[in-house]
């Protein structure tokens, strides 16, 4: 494809000779001898490259590059100085200039200018592929990002209408263990679906905020195992700390195990009492996540009680972060700690 070029000299005579030399190239060459013209060709076509010479009648080809680069028009351009006009040159390349040739009289002039117009064409083109290609990854994260939010929406409106069959099956049912089993699968699923409704209504669809998401939870675990107001609250002091989703679902299914336990068994039936949840961040790239309470504590060498499924389930997701729980002696109650390495959330 035929590239054109603007020649900006006021040496008419130049610009026939610059349309002569440069359209055996292969150049289409428009001649104008001033900056006021270049600037309204500028407005009439399309050019692939310009050559300005600096020195013209009212004005220098420093000038022109200023008004291009105030009008934000961002063209490959030639500089044309003389031979002792070495800092001219640098001015010109500081103010935009592509690359700059030095004016003679012969055959090699054309010769240089051609060189340079083709290496500045080139590597305009090239940056303007580069632009594109990361316009395009842009736009694809962003799609992508989008797409995965409203899987993560699908996924929690799915997952809570699971836990809602559940709960009407709790409510039909009229065994009391049948009534518990439920409840805890019903807490578990809300667990998970909080995570995803936490991406989903998050800015990051990769990561989740653990203090927004644990807010979140306790509320469903209290509403979903106490029944009416009688048993224990749960209290929640977090710090601001971000999880993976994967690691954020790990601690959620963690904290839902414990505070159910908490709740089920921390206290005697029919008495109040607090359940706390802590998870703060330590400046040694770990932070602690901790459940408690006041009551009436583990009984050393005990089997749990339950099924046993919670105790499985907790250990198996603090295998996955690559911790475990331990149980911290308390002079009232139960309290259970767990270490999070923060510089594995990736």
């Known amino acids: 494809m035929q590239q054109t070029v603007l020649y900006v000299d006021d040496d008419v005579a130049l610009g026939r000779l610059a349309q002569r030399a440069l359209g055996r190239s292969g150049y289409t060459v428009v001649h104008v001898t001033d ?15 310009i050559v300005l010479d600096h020195y013209l009648r009212a004005e220098t080809g420093l000038d022109i590059l200023r008004s ?30 592509s690359d700059y040739v030095i004016k003679t009289v012969g055959e ?15 590597t ?29 929406h699908r996924v929690a409106n799915s997952l809570a209408l699971v836990a809602a069959l559940i709960r009407l099956q709790v409510n039909a049912s009229k065994d009391e263990a049948v009534r518990e089993a439920l409840t805890e699968t019903q807490a578990r699923i809300t667990a998970i679906a909080g995570m995803h409704r936490s991406l989903y209504t998050s800015d990051d669809v990769r990561h989740v905020e653990m203090d927004k998401y644990l807010q979140t939870l306790v509320q469903e675990v209290q509403r979903s195992v106490n029944l ?10 977090a710090d601001p700390v971000s ?21 089920k068994y921390a206290y005697p039936s029919g008495t109040s009492g607090e359940v706390r949840v802590h998870l703060k961040r330590g400046e040694d790239g770990f932070a602690l996540l ?14 749990p009680k339950g099924t046993g499924l919670g105790s499985r389930i907790i250990r198996s997701m603090a295998a996955t972060l690559g911790s475990s729980i331990e149980y911290v002696a308390a002079v009232r109650g139960t309290r259970a700690e767990l270490a999070l390495e923060l510089a594995k959330n990736a």
């Open 290 to 303: 901790a459940v408690e309470d006041d009551g009436v504590g583990l009984v050393e060498g005990s089997s």
């Open 68 to 97: 291009l680069k105030d009008r934000g028009l961002s063209i490959p351009t030639i500089y044309v100085t003389g031979s002792s006009e070495a800092t001219i040159a640098v001015d010109a390349l500081k103010s935009g200039a």
């Open 124 to 152: 305009a083109e090239l940056h303007r592929a580069k632009e594109l290609a990361e316009q395009e990854i842009r736009l694809g994260k962003e799609r992508a990002e989008v797409l995965l939010a409203e899987v993560n």
């Open 228 to 237: 009416g107001n009688a048993g224990p609250s749960i209290s929640l002091e």
């Open 243 to 263: 999880l993976t989703s994967d690691r954020a679902v790990s601690v959620g299914m963690i904290v839902t195990e414990l505070l159910t336990n908490a709740l």
């Open 108 to 122: 090699e002039f054309w010769s240089l200018m051609e060189n340079a117009l083709r290496q500045a064409i080139a």
């Open 35 to 49: 900056g006021e013209a270049c600037l309204a060709a500028l407005e009439d076509a399309t050019f692939d490259a």
